[in-house]
């Protein structure tokens, strides 16, 4: 039976406790996976099809248990062909989690923590989200038949991630303040209202999302790429993407890891200031600002588990701007035909710099995570892109346009 253990004091705590931190020192908790009693091989995997639960062995989930799925994962590995030839780089994959059933890589966290909520019998589920968690959880709570509230930042929520949440019917709640301040007030009703909390602090949530670290080997034909890039907001993908890869070293699946790059968004970069100044714990900022949405985060609540990944794959945090992210995310639209919302975009506009700064070589092998749909956020290519035009219906208006 897998456990949670606190990463702080190493405390054990049960598996069926309804808890989202370490009662003795509020440290996060992890799921302990004991991989002495899985029994599985390659092959048999590759005969599934693919997607999250292509790896059950390896998830948190009680023999017997009721799946809450959509079909999540299994999102394709782009090679970038285009890209590399564009940046002079040798090898390029775009993991597009924007792939999934509600447009992020947050319903791989869903479909484990939803099914984990129905599983320690919670009839309400809750989170406070900067817009895609809200969205994905909405829909799984909605597939689940459960009551599903969300806290928003009022007025900083994309517009595509704020109607999927209306679409499946959570209770929206816009909140005067930031995501920080929504997390806090959620994880208050968590305690008070039960109501059970599905952000990312939530450890069986993550235990989903490492799947993505599972999948590119899989389907690189468990080659390890020699690095992995991945947009940092509150800390928990790269967690875990990191924890899966983890497992599946000490599994036998592969020999080696990956080095771990986390971009974050120059208005929003805690990560990156810890990272820079060696320092072991962020240092919270109070107003993260940055067009990049899902990443506008201040004090991310996984930082320490981030920082360890970091630290473990001789891995490196990086920020960039927001005129980087847009050029990034145009740049991938127009050569990849990959549209991705602009926190998505991040890796991308990481790897650029990272490359000119001569960081990264031009010979590794590279993938790119890009985390959620362009949909989601259609204000941002409104407002940072070409004007689309309006003419008359008229042959030669349209010839002199074409000219011009
Ligand atoms: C949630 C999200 C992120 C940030 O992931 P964290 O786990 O919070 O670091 C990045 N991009 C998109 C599109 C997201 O939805
Ligand atoms: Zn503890």
New binding site residues.
């Given amino acids: 039976m897998p456990e949670l253990r606190c990463i702080n004091c190493g405390r054990k705590h049960r598996p069926d406790e309804r808890i989202y931190t370490c009662p003795a020192c509020n440290g996060l908790l992890e799921v302990t996976i004991d991989l002495d009693k899985i029994s599985v091989n390659k092959s048999d995997i590759e005969n599934r099809k693919p997607g999250v639960w292509r790896y059950r062995e390896f998830l948190p989930v009680k023999e017997g248990s009721k799946i809450i799925t959509l079909e999540e994962g299994g999102t394709p590995l782009y090679r970038a062909k285009n890209l590399e030839k564009e940046l002079g780089i040798k090898e390029l994959y775009i993991k597009n989690e924007g792939a999934n059933p509600s447009g992020?890589?947050?319903d791989r966290g869903m479909t484990v923590g939803v099914s984990k909520a129905i599983e320690l019998g919670a009839t309400s589920v809750g989170c406070a989200s900067?817009?895609?968690?809200s969205a994905s959880l909405a829909a799984y709570a909605g597939k689940a038949g459960i009551k599903c509230i969300v806290l928003l930042p009022a007025g900083k929520i994309a517009i595509g991630k704020l109607a999927q949440a209306v679409l499946h019917g959570a209770l929206v709640v816009g909140i005067r303040g930031n995501f920080d301040i929504a997390l806090k007030l959620i994880r208050e009703a968590g305690e008070k209202l039960n109501i059970y909390l599905l952000n990312?602090i939530n450890p069986w949530r993550l235990e989903g999302q490492k799947t993505q670290g599972y999948e590119i080997l899989d389907q690189m034909s468990w080659e390890v790429p020699d690095r992995i890039i991945v947009?940092?907001?509150?800390?928990?993908?790269?967690s875990s993407i990191w924890k899966g890869l983890k497992e599946f070293r000490e599994y036998g699946f592969c020999d080696t890891l990956p080095i771990m790059t986390g971009i974050q968004a120059e208005g929003a970069a805690p990560v990156v200031h810890a990272f820079e100044n060696r320092r072991e714990d962020i240092t919270p900022i109070g107003d993260p600002d940055t067009l990049a949405t899902?990443?506008r985060?201040g004090a991310?609540v996984?930082a320490p588990k981030a920082l360890t990944a970091l630290k473990e794959s001789k891995g490196l945090a990086k920020a960039v701007t927001d005129e980087e992210i847009i050029s990034a995310q145009k740049l991938i639209a127009r050569k990849e035909g990959i549209g991705v919302?602009p926190?998505?975009a991040s890796s991308i506009a990481g790897l650029i710099k990272l490359l000119d700064n001569g960081t990264i070589q031009r010979d590794e092998r590279i993938v790119c995570i890009t985390?959620?749909h362009a949909l989601k956020d259609p204000e941002a290519i409104f407002n940072n892109y070409e004007k689309p035009v309006e003419i008359d219906p008229d042959i030669n208006v349209l010839k002199d346009l074409l000219r011009s």
Avoid: D, L, R
């Fill in positions: 992020s890589f947050k900067t817009g895609n968690t990312s947009p940092v907001g509150n800390c928990g993908n790269i899902a990443i985060i991310p996984n919302e926190a998505s985390t959620g």
